[in-house]
């Protein structure tokens, strides 16, 4: 598959069938992701392949943070099981961490790079015939979670990447065409 074609491929997938995926397909999207562009080769990224354990701990801290926005505490508590539930029907889970480096200008380029890295991963899943669904949000900074996945303090998790064999290609979401956004300057 050439690269434009991975690249008007890619959705992101919200339903996996209940196929497994290979540790070592795991791996070569990883090492995939580690080619991305990065100013000083500072190589900020981190990548926690969550287990069953850390699985479990993140759909819990994620089920109750979804749960604390809901008032009736049945209602509570079924909206924690269907989060967890939800979480753990992933085939794989990929968080992805940076390195913070002291200075704010390296920093803010790791941050762009590790967003490069993973972009990488998600084309490269679309060529292993997987999808991808990242996910971002408050709970990655979550001091439950942090622990659970044994973030150091030196670390921040950025997305946590969602992984299998996709169980429909969903229709691309409509874009503004590049020329419309575009200015060629003189
Ligand atoms: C930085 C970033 C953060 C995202 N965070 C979330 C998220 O927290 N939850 C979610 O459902 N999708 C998230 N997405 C996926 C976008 O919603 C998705 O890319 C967008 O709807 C376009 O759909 P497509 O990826 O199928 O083209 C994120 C994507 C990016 C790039």
Redesign the pocket.
Known sequence: MNVFDAIRA?????SFTGDDVAADQVQRLLDAAVLAPNHRLTQPWRFLVLGPDSRRAYGRVLGSRKSAKVEDPVAAEAVARKVEGEFASVPVAVAVAMRLDEKPEVREEDFAAT?MA?ENLCLAAVEEGLGT?????AVMDDPRVREALEVPPEERVV?IVQLGHPAEQ?A??PRTSAAELTRWLP
Not at 133 to 137: L, P, Y
């Open positions: 890619r959705r992101s997938i919200k967003w993973v669904h990242v996910k971002t949000g997305a969903p691309a979401k």
